[in-house]
Each structure stands twice: as C-alpha cells, then as structure tokens.
C-alpha cells in the first residue's frame, strides 16, 4: 500500500489561537473556565479540554456569576457579550481573527447602507455570528439556486461576503452569479475565505489525483472537513470524512493500491499519527509519502489574558 499525506494538514493558525487561549486560561486564572458551546469543531479536543477543566456549555446562563467564558474560534453574535457582561462573566474571545475580519466587513458596509448577501451555511455557528452584526442588511446565500433566486431590498448599494470554510469552487460560482446579476456588486476589502481553507483545498486535490482512496480527518460538523472530502469527490476519487482510526471501514481498503490522508483545520495531529500506525500495521509494507503543494507559515499571537481579565474585573468594581 502506498500512503501519501498531504501538507498543509490539520490545524489552522485560528485553531491553535483559540486552544492556546482555553489552556493558557487554564494555566493562570483558578477560576471555572467555561466555553460556550464547541471551542472548535472537533469532539477529540472538546474531550480533551474538558478533562483539564475546560467545561462546554450550551447556554451564558448556565455559568454561575463571576465566571470565565471563552467564546468559540466560531465567533458569536454581538449580543452573547452583552449578555455575558449583565451575567457578570469575564470574557475570553477566542474568535479566530480572519472571522473577526468578516465581522467588520459586515458592520462597516451596513452602516454606509449597503445590502449584503452572505454566502455561508444555514445554522453554522459562523454564519450565525456574521449575520448577527447586521441582520437587517444581510441575507444568507446557502447554495447556487439561492444565489440565482435572490432578491435584495436594494441593488444601489449592494456587497458579498463569504463563510471562511467554503468551498473555494463553489463559492467561486455563486460569486459569478451574483457579479452577473448585480454588475455593480461589491466585493469585501480582502478575500474572506480563509487562508487555510484554501490551502488545504489546494492539497487535497493535488493528493486527490494521486490515490485511489482519501481519508479525511475532522468532525461531521466542521465545515472546512467536509469541504476536503467534497473536493477529492469531486476529482473523482473516493473520499471519506472520518473522526479516527476507528471509523476506517475494511471494504474501503480492498482492492485499492494508495491511499491519501489529510485533515480538516480543527483536527490533531496524533489523529493522523493513529490512521497512519493503523494502515501500517494492515499493510506491513506499506511506503509513506508526504507531498507538500504549498508552503503555509500563518501564525497568530495569543493576547495577555491576566491584562485582558484584569481589565474587566477593573470595569466591573467601577461599575
């Protein structure tokens, strides 16, 4: 068996700003830490940060008063602060920062007047938040058909904005379609989908055309997995979306030749480790490659939390 596995892989720049908050938060302050929900979309790191103290909640008012939250790498809407500071919380955001981009891109052109269409997921937490910022300026775009149906309040005055996880192709159409439609349409300040999004996208389709199989590490709810199977399927390669070893089924195995691993942005490395390990021992001799289309060295700086903490329990006792 030939095992080819694809970098960049696996974690974003965004993924390790907001895990790195959850434990260093954890590391400092003896308070309860609470995340609101998933701090990124992968069961193994919930479980993980769970063990070490990090409690997933699904609601703000659920934390007792004087508590930690971290809001998600997801972002959320601009009311979850309001309600966390009236709970009498202290606020972690983990947002990642290309999301908080998108956030302001939407609050900006809704207050020079223009009508947004949004081009994300119906119900993902991402989506959610941006629209949040401005929803009487915006509407969701789920799909082609709904790009081709649309009909703004206004076209005067009319941009897009895009989900970070999308589909580079696919969203690369639903832009045409709108830009043919509305000529004058605007598009954001700087692209929106994510850097990582499209890197990894980039590598699967070149790993994609050199396997017979393609195995993709990530959650069935994180966008940016999913769109890393659909892209090998859409080469024409057989791909599964799996959350690890475990899940890898043996028919899938027969009768092929190689297979291809990658890894959505929110899923560990040791979680490649496991499949890798798993296809050795199946196939004793079995040649590993990595290949590597594309080159990513993003980075971001994780806040002085003692200053950003101290900060608000300041507000507070003035208050």
């Given at each position: 068996?030939?095992?080819?596995?694809?970098?960049?892989?696996?974690?974003?720049?965004?993924?390790?700003?907001?895990?790195?908050?959850?434990?260093?938060?954890?590391?400092?302050?003896?308070?309860?830490?609470?995340?609101?929900?998933?701090?990124?979309?992968?069961?193994?790191?919930?479980?993980?940060?769970?063990?070490?103290?990090?409690?997933?909640?699904?609601?703000?008012?659920?934390?007792?008063?004087?508590?930690?939250?971290?809001?998600?790498?997801?972002?959320?809407?601009?009311?979850?602060?309001?309600?966390?500071?009236?709970?009498?919380?202290?606020?972690?955001?983990?947002?990642?920062?290309?999301?908080?981009?998108?956030?302001?891109?939407?609050?900006?052109?809704?207050?020079?007047?223009?009508?947004?269409?949004?081009?994300?997921?119906?119900?993902?937490?991402?989506?959610?938040?941006?629209?949040?910022?401005?929803?009487?300026?915006?509407?969701?775009?789920?799909?082609?058909?709904?790009?081709?149906?649309?009909?703004?309040?206004?076209?005067?005055?009319?941009?897009?904005?895009?989900?970070?996880?999308?589909?580079?192709?696919?969203?690369?159409?639903?832009?045409?379609?709108?830009?043919?439609?509305?000529?004058?349409?605007?598009?954001?300040?700087?692209?929106?989908?994510?850097?990582?999004?499209?890197?990894?996208?980039?590598?699967?389709?070149?790993?994609?055309?050199?396997?017979?199989?393609?195995?993709?590490?990530?959650?069935?709810?994180?966008?940016?997995?999913?769109?890393?199977?659909?892209?090998?399927?859409?080469?024409?390669?057989?791909?599964?979306?799996?959350?690890?070893?475990?899940?890898?089924q043996n028919e899938?195995?027969?009768?092929?030749?190689?297979?291809?691993?990658?890894?959505?942005?929110?899923?560990?490395?040791?979680?490649?480790?496991?499949?890798?390990n798993h296809l050795?021992?199946?196939?004793?001799?079995?040649?590993?490659?990595?290949?590597?289309?594309?080159?990513?060295?993003?980075?971001?700086?994780?806040?002085?939390?003692?200053?950003?903490?101290g900060s608000q329990?300041?507000?507070?006792?003035?208050?």
């Amino acid at each position: 068996m030939k095992i080819l596995l694809a970098k960049p892989r696996g974690f974003c720049a965004g993924v390790d700003y907001a895990i790195g908050i959850v434990e260093e938060a954890l590391r400092l302050f003896d308070e309860p830490v609470y995340i609101l929900r998933e701090i990124v979309h992968n069961k193994q790191i919930v479980q993980e940060l769970s063990g070490k103290g990090a409690k997933s909640i699904q609601s703000i008012e659920e934390i007792p008063k004087g508590s930690i939250i971290i809001f998600s790498a997801h972002g959320v809407p601009p009311e979850f602060h309001t309600r966390a500071k009236k709970q009498g919380l202290y606020v972690l955001d983990a947002t990642c920062p290309l999301v908080r981009k998108v956030h302001l891109e939407a609050i900006k052109f809704a207050r020079d007047g223009y009508t947004i269409l949004y081009i994300g997921h119906k119900g993902h937490e991402e989506a959610e938040g941006v629209i949040a910022e401005a929803p009487g300026s915006m509407i969701l775009i789920d799909n082609k058909e709904e790009a081709l149906k649309v009909s703004p309040f206004q076209t005067n005055k009319i941009a897009y904005l895009t989900q970070t996880t999308l589909s580079v192709s696919e969203t690369t159409e639903i832009i045409q379609i709108l830009k043919e439609r509305f000529p004058n349409i605007v598009d954001p300040p700087k692209e929106d989908i994510c850097y990582a999004t499209t890197n990894r996208q980039y590598a699967v389709s070149f790993l994609a055309k050199k396997v017979d199989l393609v195995l993709v590490l990530g959650s069935q709810n994180s966008s940016n997995s999913q769109r890393l199977r659909e892209r090998a399927e859409n080469i024409g390669t057989k791909a599964f979306l799996i959350d690890n070893k475990e899940q890898i089924q043996n028919e899938w195995l027969a009768n092929i030749n190689s297979v291809g691993i990658t890894a959505g942005a929110s899923a560990p490395e040791k979680l490649v480790q496991e499949v890798i390990n798993h296809l050795k021992c199946e196939f004793p001799e079995s040649v590993f490659e990595e290949i590597e289309p594309i080159k990513e060295e993003m980075v971001f700086p994780i806040p002085d939390l003692v200053k950003k903490i101290g900060s608000q329990k300041a507000t507070f006792n003035l208050a």
